[in-house]
């Protein structure tokens, strides 16, 4: 497959070769610029048919817990019902917990003989995380790690929240129908 950097390397000796030579025919100066920066034994057309048309992802979702989960960076969809709207819900598969963070917080930060700049990198790549101009790659992976860590706190906050609401709304009913918590009823009227 053919990243990015090879496609603007083929154009910038696209461009190269016509201003050193603006004459030159255009079969002539894509086989030029193809041979020059691509591996030898490619194929001209299918390789340059990938050069102007990226290939896109597919849909390799299992349909019965998700509508799209794409092939290239695995993010996942899921439309309730048959809502055209593609509201995004997140289900509790493809959430981050603590352990996932620390293992990679682990990963990154870990003392051995890779660079952990290096490591921050696959890091940045592999959870397609940007950074700007200005930020170092084991900065960013540290500022995303702590991203992920509030928001799993703030989901195991949000559950625990609910769990202690629904508890005092029982507790309400049952005190409104007489039972005592942990009480069954069953209901009679027709």
Known sequence: MITDDVR???????????????DVS??????????????????????LAELIDRPTCRN???????SFRCSECGCRVLVP????????????ESLDTMEDILADCNEVFRYDE???QDRAHAYLKEHR????????????????????????????SSEAVARETARIIAEGIAKELGMTPGEEQTCDSR
């Not at 603007?8 to 603006?22: F, G, T």
């Not at 390799?60 to 998700?66: W, Y």
């Not at 200005?134 to 799993?152: G, L």
Request: proline share 6%; aromatic share 4%; net charge negative.
């Open 8 to 22: 603007h390397e083929v154009a910038a000796k696209m461009l190269e070769i016509c201003r050193d030579n603006p």
């Open 129 to 156: 995380v940007c950074r700007g101009y200005d930020d170092t790659a084991m900065e960013r992976a540290a500022q995303d790690m702590i991203e992920r860590a509030y928001a799993v706190g703030r989901m195991e």
């Open 26 to 47: 255009l079969q002539s100066m894509v086989a030029s610029a193809m041979n020059e920066c691509l591996p030898e034994g490619m194929e001209y057309g299918p390789t």
């Open 81 to 92: 019902g048959d809502r055209p709207d593609g509201v995004l819900v997140v289900t509790s």
């Open 114 to 116: 890779t660079r952990p």
């Open 60 to 66: 390799v979702a299992d349909l019965e817990k998700e």
